[in-house]
């Protein structure tokens, strides 16, 4: 069985966690494999609704292993609390297991992150505060502490000693901060390391050796590829990569694993936090996508900013990606539309193009060219076969289809599991 990753195509928030959840089913092993508990994955199932920071979408089946890969930053006290609510509720976390070789947030991380954000003021990115950020730099920079130093006492505390030394400095002389205290962070930590031990592994070996058995496995991203801290609208982006290049670095696979890539598109777009956005709509029709579709953060409650598709973004997204097929989620909040717009170029200091500029000045100038289509104005929430769908709506698929050069293999009509229209079987 092949190794599918599951990748958001725009900037995050597309419904990654229903399409988890739903191919989860099928799945032997589901990897996160990118972000840390900045995000979040909204799931609708058997067991009620549940809002995932940390832990994979495929948590609700009793035959699933799930990994949070070396990839993710994790955050040992949300982690914690999510695995509390998840068995009060009366899901297995038995077979949730965490790489040894992930960063953890530690509580400088989300100190630097606000303080950093408050000093740039008006230009401040718009993160969530979470310590993401940091922590990533301080990977990049060889000062993280992993999952595994958790397991060895004294390793662990040397570690912390010489890292919180350099933190501290910080805190204090640039920020006017009081400094943090190692016997309270040791304290601390080493509590979380206690509760996490049976669940902290190499597992690397665990997703390999189930490819070599030829079970499935999926491959779980966080946020979107317009948030890539490569190709993304930099700098309003996050700070690991959400593509699927980075399944391979975040769940420790080579390339040659993937042999399906999943988009996840809204039939929409929405954006969270600062940053370019081509395609807003701050009108009428931009209020009512945003209450139709509860377009609201998962992690921070703000309100996203909502537009048309966006077809430039998309066939940029298809290009980096390579998308073997798309899952086009929220088809349902245009019910009520009479007309549908979709951006198929834009128009740039009197140039039309047709490509995602790198600049973000020059993306913060273009104005979207629009195609428009009839909307459908009936209710699609119970169809369960495309053929069933009023052919303004399969027109508008068919569009999305041709401009982002991928097929819609899942139709998502609603936020429950059953609300979903399978053209095609992934696994």
């Not at 397991?151 to 570690?159: A, I, P, S």
């Not at 195609?371 to 068919?398: H, M, N």
Request: charged content about 25%; hydrophobic content about 40%; overall charge neutral.
């Amino acid at each position: 069985m092949p190794a599918i990753a599951v990748v958001g195509a725009h900037w995050g928030d597309e419904g990654k966690g229903k399409i988890v959840d739903l191919l989860a089913e099928k799945a032997n092993l589901v990897v996160r494999y990118s972000g840390g508990d900045n995000a979040g994955h909204t799931v609708i199932n058997d067991y009620g609704e549940f809002r995932l920071h940390l832990i994979p979408s495929g948590m609700f089946y009793p035959h699933t292993t799930c990994i949070i890969g070396n990839g993710v930053a994790v955050n040992p006290a949300v982690l914690l609390a999510e695995m509390a609510d998840l068995t009060r509720r009366g899901v297995d976390t038995s077979r949730l297991f965490v790489s040894d070789r992930a960063h953890l947030i530690m509580p400088y991380h989300i100190l630097l992150d606000g303080l950093e954000e408050a000093a740039l003021g008006s230009k401040a990115v718009g993160t969530t505060r979470k310590g993401i950020g940091p922590a990533f730099s301080d990977k990049a920079a060889r000062l993280g502490i992993r999952a595994g130093d958790l397991l060895d006492k004294e390793v662990f505390l040397n570690r912390l000693r010489s890292v919180l030394e350099r933190k501290n400095a910080i805190l204090t002389r640039v920020y006017r901060m009081k400094p943090l205290s190692v016997e309270e962070i040791f304290r601390q930590y080493w509590g979380y390391g206690e509760q996490l031990a049976s669940h902290i592994r190499e597992t690397t070996g665990m997703v390999n050796e189930a490819l070599d058995k030829k079970e499935a496995v999926l491959l779980e991203g966080a946020q979107g590829t317009l948030l890539d801290p490569d190709f993304g609208t930099y700098p309003y982006t996050t700070s690991s990569s959400p593509m699927a290049g980075g399944a391979c670095q975040g769940a420790g696979i080579n390339p040659l694993r993937i042999t399906g890539i999943i988009a996840v598109f809204k039939a929409y777009c929405t954006r969270v936090g600062g940053g370019a956005f081509p395609t807003e709509l701050k009108d009428e029709t931009g209020n009512l996508i945003r209450d139709r579709g509860h377009e609201y953060g998962t992690t921070t409650g703000r309100p996203r900013r909502c537009g048309w598709f966006d077809a430039v973004a998309a066939r940029y997204s298809s290009r980096l990606n390579g998308y073997t097929g798309a899952a086009i989620t929220r088809l349902d909040v245009l019910d009520t539309l009479p007309e549908l717009r979709i951006c198929v170029a834009y128009k740039l200091g009197g140039k039309t193009i047709d490509f995602f500029p790198a600049g973000i000045n020059d993306l913060e100038k273009c104005e979207p060219v629009y195609e428009e289509l009839p909307g459908w104005q009936t209710s699609i929430s119970d169809i369960r076969k495309f053929e069933q769908l009023p052919v303004e709506a399969r027109r508008y698929i068919a569009r999305l289809e041709e401009l982002c050069a991928c097929p819609a293999t899942v139709i998502s009509v609603g936020p429950k599991r059953e609300q979903t229209i399978i053209r095609k079987h992934i696994f």
